[in-house]
């Protein structure tokens, strides 16, 4: 050790011998001028402190008998060894109060266990070249260290703290170490606050500089410490000053910030004393060590902090999109939130990135700033710039202005430059090109194969680089490919990969908002109503109503929420619909969204009879369809024009433009609207008294239904339906798909003749009534006899049992004749009670008597509707199928409203049906719950588990999946609470104390603490 060749002489002491064993051997291997002193108690230590000339101690604090700290308080009070450095071991971090004691009983350091081999060595030579500079301070001065002092153990920690920074290879100024002392405030613990400000003003001009630099960073790596510092040691620095709890704490691995009670001093301090160009300097080495290790946020961070715009303007240039991925996010956005906009406006990649910054919090803002880039890159002749800008312009046009015209106009550049810039980009900016590349030739061109290849080549390369963004983009990007392929299916399972990475994103990057959209979207065309009506109901969560209005999305999630309304034979609702739309937003603003709109308004003109007005609207909505043009985007309009010509017997014009609409939908493959022209252009036929050419068109329905599994398609309305079943009836072989079609879209049953037979619906969660044809019964006020018979008809298979069986169940002791006329009676009354609500048809189409069997037929029962539900659900889940999962889950909760007959009494297995059903509304709030914690949707999750433990208050499986989510959010008094109403519910069950205790410390023993 440079400077220290005298001897020394150290004690040891600790109750453990092998601890004094291991810390000997490392001392002797490395210090060999050092000569050891063990003892194994603070009484052998303090024997021979007394009897030996000892250099300095090192002294564990929890000993038997006497403690560490008592020996230090004897050692200090003998003026033969009241000047010894002492160093106490612990066996944790010390806390304040620990350092303050110490500190009071001369002890100036600590040491935790375990103790490594380098930090054991590096305290004791600290220690000793405290010693070497104390006695060359006696030999100067005369007198020991101790000798008219109260303040040694400060000084000596002082000493420590600048040996630690330079090394140990040279004694401290003991005038300065005075000095410093003497400033500091008398107590028994160091002041943090004053010894921050002594760094920056009074310490060594090389601590005073490094200090007043660091003090610049928010979060201080290690490393990049070292490259700023002029001290010789700072992590030792950092160590010695985390061992005090002072001034600094940890803040990650390796990374160390200076602590909130004195960072703004030290901040404050040195943007007063650093001139500009030496804080610049600090910014500028931060963001070059920043850019080596890859971290962009930091970089681009300090480069802002040094006000270098050019090396940032280079540092978007090289990154592009990448730093738009989520670990960067939204941090690198909020940064450049700060920069002026006169600045932004100077640079093509500030003005790129500030466009894309608007994409969340102001859409109005997107277009111009996206085209200031773009004109710039083309000014420059930057071609990597222009082409991001543009990639970028796709996602304007498709979701903020929905000016498809626009994007049709520049699809040509964009295909020039990415087939001469792709090769050359990164994956993650040439994967995002793709990306946006595919929906320009989908949305713009209607190239499906075009938009297929694209997608199979970015999939294979983001699967290949594990990409998340960029993997939950192309999801989406499949899902709307599939939607206009008619393959749902695959549409459907790219949505719930799209989810799957969507879990596993902490900060999503804005493109996540249109999950909902395209959910919705694909949801509409498959027929799923409901499922379209929630997600519909997530954008607008997820957007904010205001900004999905001014959106292209608002307006076309409102033409299908309109379309939707259509379908279900509701047109009023979707008129009003209809008119909201069109007041403002982004369609006021786009011929596309504007043009889609008014055609839908002209088919409800006409349904409503209303000629001239349809006629108006078909031909606005047409020329302006003209001026946007987008191939997909124009089949709408045709089919929804031509059903609109049709209604209005102008026939020839009706076959004019389903054909053409017909022959683009096959020209360019796509199998979404190609449904809705079969359906109308065979109307067409039958109108026209053409029944062959009609069942030709209706057999490619039909075929295309059964190939993609639907009973849904583009333009579905009641009214269209009801004209094609009679002829469509003449094939037996639809007939499957005609029952399926009229039950879910016209609310009927169908006859073998043809014959449309309205469904009641009967309701027995949280009640008991019969809704039919707008008319409502409840089931209150009859016999319990007719009500039973009713209660077990719901619960029975298939809705049907025999009269033996209903006899046997409801008289079991009465004799057979008896037990027939009790029956009838009931029967009697219950059919009575039926038709003098709903008419005679009950008996022929409702509740059915026929050869022994009572039977309901054409009746909905919520009951079943839920169950069936819930087993749709468990599909989903065994399969991963999460997002698909949670859609049906919550359609389950639509359908209950309450318990199975609640408040009715019940008889033989209904009571078990009962509990069965209660038993699932309790597995459907638990599984929903999981699922919307995995989105970090707690506060709703939480909601439902809490409704779940008011239904089943000792259902320990509840408690736990509550508590856990507590333990999560770190909730302790909620999770008392939870506890505590656990224990009052088992007691009100009358559960045995020592189980209740039992049950409770089984579901978390450290939360009863």
Not at 147 to 161: D, F, I
Not at 417 to 435: C, G, H, M, T, Y
Not at 490 to 513: F, H, I, K, M, P
Not at 535 to 558: I, M
């Amino acid at each position: 050790m440079t400077g220290l060749n005298e001897q020394f002489t150290l004690l040891l002491v600790d109750d453990n011998p092998i601890n004094l064993m291991l810390l000997a051997k490392i001392i002797e291997l490395d210090l060999p001028q050092v000569r050891i002193l063990t003892a194994t108690s603070a009484g052998e230590g303090l024997k021979l402190a007394a009897q030996e000339s000892i250099d300095g101690a090192f002294i564990d604090v929890q000993m038997p008998q006497v403690s560490g700290l008592d020996m230090c308080r004897k050692l200090k009070a003998d003026p033969r060894t009241a000047s010894m450095p002492l160093v106490l071991i612990t066996a944790h971090m010390s806390s304040p109060e620990m350092r303050a004691a110490g500190l009071d009983v001369g002890a100036y350091d600590f040491i935790s266990q375990p103790i490594s081999n380098i930090e054991m060595l590096a305290r004791i030579k600290v220690m000793l070249r405290l010693c070497q500079s104390e006695k060359l301070q006696q030999q100067n001065n005369g007198q020991s260290l101790q000798q008219g002092e109260n303040n040694s153990a400060r000084r000596r920690w002082l000493a420590g703290l600048l040996l630690s920074g330079d090394g140990s290879q040279q004694s401290p100024d003991p005038t300065l170490i005075k000095t410093l002392a003497a400033d500091m405030v008398d107590s028994g613990e160091v002041d943090e606050q004053r010894l921050a400000e002594q760094l920056i003003d009074h310490f060594p001009a090389l601590w005073r500089e490094t200090f007043r630099k660091l003090a610049l960073l928010d979060s201080i790596p290690v490393p990049l410490a070292k490259n700023l510092s002029d001290l010789a040691d700072i992590e030792a620095v950092f160590a010695y000053l985390q061992r005090h709890d002072l001034v600094v704490q940890s803040a990650g691995v390796l990374n160390v910030c200076f602590k909130p009670s004195v960072a703004g001093v030290l901040r404050e301090s040195a943007q007063r004393l650093l001139r500009r160009e030496q804080q610049q300097e600090v910014y500028r080495l931060a963001a070059e060590w920043y850019q080596q290790k890859n971290d962009l946020t930091n970089t681009l961070d300090f480069l802002l902090r040094a006000k270098e715009y050019p090396a940032i303007s280079q540092l978007l240039s090289q990154t592009g999109f990448v730093l738009l991925a989520e670990r960067y996010q939204p941090r690198a956005r909020q940064l450049l939130a700060t920069i002026s906009e006169k600045r932004l406006a100077g640079c093509g990649w500030l003005s790129l990135f500030a466009g894309i910054g608007h994409f969340r919090n102001n859409s109005l803002e997107v277009a111009p700033w996206l085209e200031l880039a773009r004109t710039r890159f083309v000014t420059e002749g930057d071609r990597r710039g222009e082409l991001l800008a543009l990639s970028r312009q796709v996602i304007q046009y498709l979701l903020v202005d929905g000016k498809v015209e626009q994007g049709l106009q520049q699809l040509p550049r964009l295909r020039q430059l990415a087939d001469q810039q792709l090769e050359l980009l990164d994956p993650v900016n040439r994967l995002r090109i793709k990306f946006t590349l595919g929906l320009a030739e989908l949305f713009f061109a209607g190239d499906l194969s075009r938009t297929e290849e694209l997608l199979q080549q970015a999939l294979a390369e983001a699967h290949q680089q594990d990409l998340l963004n960029e993997l939950l983009e192309l999801q989406l990007l499949q899902a709307l490919l599939a939607l206009f392929q008619g393959r749902f299916r695959v549409g459907r399972a790219a949505l719930e990969q799209a989810n799957l990475y969507a879990g596993r994103l902490v900060n999503q990057e804005s493109l996540l908002d249109a999950f909902p959209v395209v959910a919705a979207a694909l949801l509409f065309a498959g027929g799923d109503l409901e499922g379209f009506d929630e997600q519909h109901r997530a954008a607008e969560r997820l957007w904010g109503r205001e900004r999905l209005k001014n959106s292209a999305c608002g307006p076309l999630l409102n033409f299908f929420a309109v379309l939707a309304q259509v379908a279900r034979g509701k047109r009023g609702v979707a008129g009003e619909q209809l008119e909201v739309a069109l007041v403002g937003g982004s369609s006021a603003f786009s011929a596309h969204l504007q043009s889609w709109l008014l055609q839908l308004r002209a088919l409800l003109k006409a349904q409503a009879g209303q000629e001239s007005a349809a006629l108006t609207d078909s031909t606005q909505a047409l020329e302006l369809r003209a001026r946007a043009d987008g191939q997909l985007s124009r089949l709408p309009n045709l089919l929804l024009a031509g059903a609109t010509a049709l209604i209005l017997q102008q026939y020839d014009r009706a076959a004019e433009l389903l054909e053409e609409g017909s022959a683009k939908s096959q020209a360019l493959g796509e199998d979404c609207f190609y449904g809705g022209f079969c359906a109308w252009s065979a109307l067409l036929h039958l109108r026209r008294d053409e029944p062959d050419q009609a069942l030709e068109r209706l057999g490619q329905l039909f075929a295309g239904l059964r190939r993609k599994h639907l009973d849904f398609f583009f333009a579905l309305t009641p009214e269209l339906l009801k004209e094609l079943l009679p002829v469509a009836m003449q094939r037996t072989e639809w007939r499957g798909q005609l029952r399926q079609l009229a039950e879910n879209r016209l609310d009927c049953g169908l006859e073998e003749s043809g014959r449309l037979i309205p469904l009641a619906s009967l309701q027995t969660l949280g009640g008991f009534q019969l809704v039919l044809g707008g008319r409502e019964l409840s089931f209150s006020d009859i016999g319990q006899p007719s009500r039973l018979i009713l209660a077990l008809l719901a619960a029975a298979p298939n809705q049907a049992l025999s009269t033996e069986v209903l006899m046997g169940t409801l008289w079991p002791d009465s004799p057979p004749n008896k037990a027939r006329n009790s029956f009838d009676a009931a029967l009697s009354r219950l059919r009575k009670k039926l038709e003098n609500c709903f008419g005679k048809q009950i008996r022929q189409d409702y509740l059915v008597l026929e050869k022994g069997m009572l039977s309901l037929k054409n009746v909905l029962i919520d009951a079943r509707q839920f169950t069936t539900t819930m087993e749709t659900s468990r599909h989903h889940l065994q399969r991963q199928n999460f997002w698909q999962a949670e859609l049906t889950l919550r359609r389950a909760g639509k359908i209950w409203k309450g318990d199975f007959l609640a408040g009715y009494e019940l008889v033989a297995d209904l009571p078990y049906y009962r509990e069965q059903l209660s038993q699932l509304r309790l597995e459907h709030l638990s599984v929903l719950a999981r699922i919307l914690q995995q989105r970090r949707e707690i506060a709703e999750a939480i909601g439902l588990l809490q409704i779940a433990l008011q239904l089943e208050p000792t259902q320990d499986s509840l408690v736990q999946q509550l508590l856990l989510i507590y333990q999560q959010q770190g909730e302790k008094h909620a999770t008392r609470q939870l506890l505590e109403a656990f224990r009052k519910a088992l007691e009100a069950e009358e559960y045995d104390p020592e189980e209740i205790t039992e049950l409770i410390e089984t579901l978390s023993p450290e939360r009863l603490e």
